[in-house]
C-alpha cells in the first residue's frame, strides 16, 4: 500500500521548547515533504527516540534540525520514488490480449505529456514510423491510469481509452532529406512502441523526459511453425508444436487477392489453432514504377467464376495434418472471403463454425481481366456460375483515381442493388443453411460495401431459422475491422479510396470484434490441447 503523510515530527501544543513531556515521537513518513516524498511504498511502526527535558531549547533551530536530520539519516529509509511506466502483465505481449499501461511516481496533480512511437508495415509493405501524444493530469497520489486517464484538449485523441495513443498514430515526418533514401529511427523495431512520459508547460508544450519504456506487442508467437502447402499456390499452414488434435481454421482474404492473407495465418495460430491461410485469386499489381505481375501467378487473375469447391479440398487436406482434429474445422473470411465463407458453409456440413467479417449477404458480379462487366458472376458451385447481382456505374466510380476524386466501391454496388431487386434474391445466399454458429461483424459507415445492413440481413435471416448467430454491427464503423484496435486507423481514408469509419470508431469495434471473436471461434470449434 502506498501511504501518504502531511505528519510533522512534532506536535505537541504544550510547551514551545519541547515536544510532549521531553519526548520525540517520529516516524519515517513525517518527513515526507522534507525529503520530497510523495508516497512511501512500506508501512513501518512509529519509533520514540527518548529525549531529555529541556534539551531540545538549548541548540539553535538549524543545529537541531541537522541533529534529527542526522537521526533519521542513519536510519533505514524508502528509496525515492522515481516515476515508472508499469505495463501489466508485462512489456511483452500478443497484440490484442489484455494489458494495463499506469504511470506511478508523478508530482500530484500535475500536467503531464505521454507519447508513443512506433514503427508500422503499411499496405505496400513499407515501414513507416508513426506517432501520437497527449497531455493528462495526474492524480493527487501522483499516478495516472491510461484506461481511465482523459485526455487535457489537443492532444492526438479525446476521451478515455486504453488504446487511444496507439489508434491515434499519424505518420511521423521523415527525418532524412528529400529524396534520400528514408532512414528509420535506429530505437526501434517493427512491433514495438516506445511509451515516453514528459513535463509539460503551462502551454502544454513538451520539456524534459521523466520516464521511458518499451512496449512489445508480438503479432505472432516466435514459437509458432509456418511451411507453404503442396498443392494450393501461396498458400501457408501455421500451427503450435506438438502432435496433441487441436481445432483448425480456414482463413480466406477479400479481393486485394495474392498473400496479403498469410500474414494472418500465425497470428490465430498463435492462439492454439491450426491455420490454413488460402489464396485462391491473384489479380496483376501496380507498384509506384507501374503494373506488376501477379503475386502468385498460378492463381485465377480475375475475381470471377471462382470455384467454392477449393475449401473442400483445402479441408481434405487439413484433415490429413498431424495435429489436426479434423471434427473441429471453422471457415473464418473478411469482405470477399466472407462471402465466400458463408456460401461454402451453407453447403459444406463439414464447417463447424464460420466468422464473416463485414461480409455479404449475396454474390456479386465478377470483374477482373478478361471479364466484360455485368456478364460473370463472382462464384461458381460445381462448374455452374452462380446467380449474382450486378453494378451500376463501376467505370464512373473508378474514374475518381484518375480525376483525383473520392472512390467510394459502396455507391455502384448500392445503385446496382436498387436498380435490379429481381436479381437480389436468386443471388442471396442461403444463410439459413448452414448448422454451424455463425458470427458477422459489419459497420455502417463502410463505404467499400454495406457490411452493416448485410450482417444484419444475414442475422434477422438466420434468427428467423433458429439459428445460432452472432452479430456485431457498428454504426459509426468502416470496412476494415480485422484488427485488434491497436495498430493506427488514422489513414484508412487518407488516400482516393475511402472504406469509411472514423479512427476511433474502427479502432474501438476491432478491439472489441476481436476479443469476442476469438471468444466465439473457441466456443464453437472446442478446447485446445
Known amino acids: 500500500m502506498f501511504l501518504q503523510s502531511s505528519a510533522r515530527p512534532c506536535r505537541s501544543s504544550q510547551s514551545s521548547t519541547g515536544c510532549g513531556r521531553g519526548r520525540l515521537l517520529w516516524h519515517p513518513s513525517a518527513w515526507s515533504d522534507v525529503f520530497n516524498y ?4 512500506m508501512k513501518l511502526p512509529a519509533r520514540t527516540v527518548p529525549v531529555p527535558a529541556g534539551f531540545l531549547h538549548r541548540f539553535p533551530s538549524g543545529l537541531f534540525f541537522g541533529l534529527v536530520v542526522g537521526l533519521v539519516v542513519g536510519l533505514p529509509t524508502p528509496a525515492a520514488h522515481a516515476q515508472q511506466i508499469v505495463l501489466e502483465p508485462n512489456a511483452t ?19 503531464v505529456q505521454v507519447a508513443t512511437r512506433r514503427l508500422v508495415r503499411e499496405f505496400t509493405g513499407a515501414l513507416k514510423p508513426y506517432g501520437a501524444q497527449a497531455n493528462y493530469r495526474s492524480s493527487a497520489v501522483g499516478t495516472l491510469d491510461l484506461t481511465s486517464a482523459v485526455p487535457l484538449p489537443g492532444g492526438s485523441y479525446s476521451g478515455a481509452d486504453l488504446r487511444g495513443l496507439f489508434w491515434s498514430m499519424q505518420p511521423q515526418p521523415a527525418a532524412t532529406p528529400a529524396g ?10 517493427e512491433g514495438q512502441v516506445k511509451i515516453e512520459v514528459r513535463e509539460a508547460s503551462a502551454a502544454g508544450s513538451a520539456k524534459k523526459p521523466l520516464a521511458t519504456r518499451t512496449l512489445t506487442l508480438l503479432r505472432e508467437l516466435p514459437e509458432v511453425v ?34 496479403q492473407i498469410t500474414r494472418n495465418a500465425p497470428v490465430y495460430a498463435s492462439r492454439g489453432f491450426a491455420v490454413l491461410a488460402l489464396p485462391y485469386y491473384s489479380p496483376a499489381q501496380w507498384g509506384p514504377a507501374g503494373p506488376l505481375p501477379p503475386e502468385v501467378p498460378e492463381l485465377p487473375r480475375a475475381f470471377a467464376d471462382l470455384p467454392v469447391e477449393r475449401l473442400a479440398a483445402a479441408r481434405d487436406w487439413l484433415a490429413k495434418q498431424p495435429g489436426v482434429d ?8 473478411t469482405s470477399k472471403g466472407a462471402e465466400f465463407a458463408l456460401l461454402a458453409a451453407a453447403r459444406m456440413p463439414w464447417v ?19 471479364v466484360k462487366p455485368g456478364e460473370r458472376t463472382s462464384f461458381a458451385w460445381q462448374g455452374q456460375p452462380l446467380p449474382f447481382v450486378p453494378y451500376k456505374d463501376f467505370e464512373k466510380e473508378f474514374a475518381g483515381f484518375a480525376t483525383g476524386a473520392d472512390v467510394k466501391i459502396r455507391r455502384p454496388l448500392d445503385a446496382g442493388r436498387a436498380a435490379n431487386p429481381d436479381r437480389v434474391a436468386p443471388a442471396r445466399i442461403r444463410v439459413e443453411e448452414i448448422a454451424a454458429p455463425v458470427m458477422v461483424v459489419g459497420g455502417h459507415d463502410d463505404q467499400v460495401w454495406d457490411s452493416g445492413s448485410m450482417a444484419e440481413n444475414i442475422a434477422r435471416t438466420r434468427a428467423a431459422a433458429g439459428r445460432e448467430t452472432v452479430a456485431l454491427v457498428y454504426r459509426d464503423a468502416g470496412h476494415f475491422l480485422g484488427g485488434s484496435g491497436w495498430g493506427p486507423t488514422t489513414q484508412y481514408n487518407a488516400g482516393p ?15 472489441e470484434a476481436w476479443v469476442k471473436s476469438l471468444d466465439f471461434l473457441r466456443r464453437t470449434l472446442g478446447p485446445m490441447p
Open 38 to 41: 510523495r508516497s512511501i511504498p
Open 93 to 111: 505481449v500478443l497484440a490484442g490480449d489484455a494489458l494495463a499501461i499506469r504511470i506511478t511516481g508523478l508530482p500530484a496533480d500535475t500536467e
Open 180 to 189: 534520400a533514401a528514408e532512414v528509420l529511427p535506429a530505437d526501434l523495431t
Open 226 to 259: 509456418s511451411r507453404p502447402v503442396e498443392g494450393f499456390p501461396g498458400a501457408l499452414f501455421s500451427t503450435l508444436p506438438g502432435d496433441k488434435p487441436r481445432p483448425a481454421l480456414i482463413i480466406l482474404g477479400g479481393s486485394e487477392g495474392g498473400r
Open 326 to 333: 479434423a471434427q473441429r474445422i471453422g471457415v473464418m473470411g
Open 352 to 370: 463447424k463454425a464460420v466468422l464473416a467479417i463485414v461480409p455479404s449477404d449475396v454474390v456479386w458480379e465478377g470483374w477482373g481481366e478478361g
Open 497 to 511: 479510396s475511402k472504406s469509411g469509419g472514423t479512427p476511433e470508431a474502427n479502432a474501438r469495434a476491432q478491439a
